[in-house]
């Protein structure tokens, strides 16, 4: 029993460490640029294929304190079956939405069966944000 015992703590202790894992991803791209009007920028990747890209604006209100943020963005990262997923996500006064084929979906065909479809993301993170009408904020 006590062999069994040792057994199951080396092959646990051996899953712990892989090489070339998560463990030891480093950031090789982090670039963030910030723009006078509150818009943002940001790309990141890492060593081991994790790609995140997002651009956002802030919306200020009629009042400090007040306002809203759009934010979008995309990021991807290599399951461990191989395959590479991809999701795209948008965030503002709507909530936050996410697409990717690597979502469940429920028999209608939406991400949960109890909530209506999320509207598409955009495939790519745009040149440029466009801004909206501010959202006023109560």
Known sequence: MKL???????????????????????TIKNDFEQAIDNS????????????????????????????????SGSYQYQAPDGQVIQVNWVADEGGYRATSDAIPTGADGNVDAAAPAADPAPASVPDVVEPAAPVLLK
């Open 4 to 26: 069994f015992v040792f057994a199951v703590l080396v092959a646990v202790a051996a899953a712990q460490y892989v090489p070339g894992s998560d463990k030891d991803a480093e």
């Open 40 to 71: 943002y920028r940001s790309d990141v990747e890492t060593s081991n294929g994790i790609i995140m890209k997002s651009a956002g604006e802030s919306l200020p209100g009629p009042e400090p304190e007040t306002g809203t943020l759009r934010v």
